[in-house]
């Protein structure tokens, strides 16, 4: 009887050391994406539009060619992967950029660790 219930103590830290460390990646992801998120507002006031979606989140690091205004870097260094190990999503919807995550799976849709992260810049 005491193995059984040692076992589901030790299942039970596990599961809970998993929903903590996905916790912290889902928290860690929206943080980046606010950080983002500034910096693109950033970039829009002194270039006057947002960057293009062929350039990216890189444009916040490195000046893209032929852009007047640009004024930074806007972000200090080198744009991370996301908590999951994939690059960030940045792309242009009716002129307004969205950023984020595709989650875990690194792939659209999906559901619990896997659901998207996106928010809309404005």
Not at 2 to 8: E, I, Q
Not at 17 to 36: C, G, P, Y
Not at 69 to 84: E, F, R
């Amino acid at each position: 009887m005491a193995v059984v219930v040692g076992s589901g103590l030790a299942l039970s830290s596990c599961v809970t050391i998993v929903d903590s460390r996905a916790k912290a990646q889902h928290v860690t992801a929206l943080a980046q994406i606010e950080n983002f998120s500034r910096a693109l507002l950033a970039y829009r006031e002194d270039a006057k539009a947002f960057p293009a979606e062929s350039t990216g989140l890189r444009a916040l690091r490195l000046a893209p060619a032929h852009t007047i205004g640009w004024n930074g870097p806007y972000v200090q260094k080198d744009i991370p992967l996301d908590p999951w190990g994939h690059p960030y999503i940045y792309r242009l919807k009716m002129g307004v950029p969205e950023v984020g995550s595709y989650g875990a799976d690194g792939k659209p849709g999906g559901e619990g660790l896997d659901a998207d992260i996106l928010a809309p810049v404005i």
